[in-house]
């Protein structure tokens, strides 16, 4: 009969470790930015050893990307959970759908403007430009298919754009002085996108 007491699995343990230097990492970048920030003030600020990050991240450029894989993750699930209510709501046109995801996009930047800052902000590790912009054609092809662009004349060349509108929005957003500004620029992006004539 199996015990019931039986012990943790190295994998959580693992993965609370993961998460508590990807926590303290985010603290130290914002605030000191990549070339700046010290390994040495992560682990301490994590109660964790040098030996155990590079164990899961093989040092500060690796750490940086890590951070930045977990942020745009985020920011993907917020803008595809609010397309996913949108359409429980009733909502079926790609416009509506769209403006949707870019509202959860924009509210993303604000509730994690730190990080949003510190990408924005330039200086990471060597090839970051590269991954960054890895990661923007996978969301422009993501706003393709839910505008469907294929069904319209210049839909890729319109997509393209709307997608930078919302990016650059979202840097602004990041940069506001407090909530309230930050809503109102959000809001009156998400509603001159709205006034651009798109597939309904």
């Known amino acids: 009969m199996p015990s019931s007491t039986a012990p943790a699995r190295p994998g959580g343990r693992a993965q609370a470790t993961r998460a508590t230097l990807l926590e303290s990492a985010r603290t130290v970048f914002a605030e000191s930015g990549f070339a700046e920030a010290n390994i040495a ?3 301490a600020r994590a109660g ?4 155990s990050l590079y164990h899961h991240f093989g040092g500060k450029a690796d750490l940086y990307l890590a951070l930045f894989e977990d942020y745009q993750g985020r920011q993907e699930a917020r803008a595809a959970a609010a397309v996913r209510a949108a359409r429980t709501q009733g909502t079926t046109g790609p416009t509506e759908l769209f403006l949707a995801g870019a509202a959860a996009y924009l509210r993303g930047c604000w509730e994690e403007r730190g990080l949003a800052r510190l990408f924005l902000a330039g200086g990471g ?3 970051f430009e590269l991954i960054a912009r890895r990661r923007y054609r996978e969301w422009t092809r993501v706003n393709a298919a839910l505008l469907r662009a294929d069904e319209q004349p210049m839909g890729e060349t319109l997509v393209l754009v709307l997608t930078s509108v919302v990016a650059e ?10 909530e309230d500004e930050a809503t109102r620029l959000a809001d009156e992006v998400v509603e001159l996108i709205g ?5 309904r």
Do not use: T
Not at 170 to 176: K, L, Y
């Open 41 to 43: 003030d992560v682990v």
């Open 125 to 127: 590790p060597s090839g």
């Open 195 to 199: 006034r651009i004539s798109l597939p």
């Open 48 to 51: 964790a050893s040098v030996g």
């Open 169 to 178: 929005a979202g840097s602004e957003v990041a940069v506001q002085e407090n």
